[in-house]
């Protein structure tokens, strides 16, 4: 006779577990690594290039080159989600994600950065593109060099993957060990 559905659930529940626990623990391997940007000032122009790396920093997975940057900025879009609650009211979230933008001599904006870190970057970045003069016996400013580390959402989400896995795998030893 076959199993019922839910019988059929509880048989595969262990399993699922575990196999969520892996999925976890393959997005934490693939989030781990960081965001670079690496602008220097050269001929009284400003270039930068940006790289994504992932795999635990092993893998690049974008570059961007932006020649001859003129101005800096920190793009802010929002969006906001309008639900009803249980009692009939409505309620509102509202997001806001940031980008450091770098806009070209030729007018081009790139999208480089984003997070909570953005302004602090933008800062950065201004310092060379809008460079105020040394004090006397200190060097000029001519290279800024930036990391945007995923490291700690990675350790978070494979932490929580090992934790569903281990759940995974001890419900599907005593469940196999019920049934003999």
Request: charged share 20%; net charge negative; aromatic share 6%.
């Amino acid at each position: 006779m076959a199993a019922s559905t839910p019988d059929r659930l509880l048989q595969l529940g262990p399993k699922i577990f575990a196999g969520a626990g892996v999925a976890l623990l393959l997005l934490a391997a693939y989030m781990a690594g960081q965001d670079t940007m690496r602008c220097e000032r050269r001929d009284g122009r400003v270039d930068c290039a940006v790289a994504q790396q992932r795999w635990f920093g092993r893998v690049v997975v974008e570059r961007l080159h932006v020649a001859d940057v003129v101005k800096v900025g920190v793009h802010t879009s929002t969006t906001s989600t309008t639900w009803t609650t249980s009692s009939g009211n409505s309620e509102t979230t509202t997001t806001a994600n940031d980008v450091l933008v770098l806009r070209t001599r030729d007018g081009r904006d790139a999208d480089t950065l984003g997070g909570e870190r953005s302004g602090e970057f933008a800062d950065a970045v201004l310092t060379l593109v809008d460079p105020k003069p040394a004090p006397a016996g200190a060097d000029a400013v001519t290279t800024v060099n930036l990391v945007d580390s995923n490291w700690r959402v990675a350790a978070a989400c494979g932490g929580l993957g090992l934790f569903i896995f281990a759940f995974g795998a001890i419900a599907f030893f005593v469940q196999r060990g019920e049934n003999g």
